[in-house]
């Protein structure tokens, strides 16, 4: 069983990866990169679920203009760990 800080963690790592693929979104790549290392400082998701609800926008709407190349279950995984 994971935990919900696994969760999140994990979530945040995949749409970190997938938006650094894609090349879109530089900043917020820089600020879940930033979160991520902070978490495993503190143990404190707070920034994590916010970087991750901005993440989950952007894939949404980048999935609408380009169907393939985000997969619905990353979209999933990610709008579970932040909700």
Do not use: F
């Given at each position: 069983?994971?935990?919900t800080?696994?969760?999140?963690l994990?979530?945040?790592?995949?749409?970190?990866?997938?938006?650094?693929v894609?090349?879109i979104e530089?900043q917020?790549?820089?600020?879940?990169?930033?979160?991520?290392?902070?978490?495993?400082?503190?143990?404190?998701?707070?920034?994590?679920?916010?970087?991750?609800?901005?993440?989950l926008?952007?894939?949404?709407?980048?999935?609408?203009?380009n169907?393939?190349?985000?997969?619905?279950?990353?979209?999933?995984?990610?709008?579970?760990?932040v909700?």
């Amino acid at each position: 069983m994971t935990t919900t800080g696994e969760k999140i963690l994990k979530a945040c790592t995949e749409a970190k990866n997938k938006l650094a693929v894609l090349g879109i979104e530089p900043q917020l790549i820089s600020e879940i990169d930033w979160c991520l290392g902070s978490y495993s400082h503190d143990q404190n998701p707070d920034g994590l679920y916010q970087k991750g609800a901005d993440a989950l926008n952007v894939l949404k709407n980048y999935k609408k203009e380009n169907p393939r190349k985000v997969s619905k279950k990353l979209l999933e995984d990610l709008e579970k760990a932040v909700n």
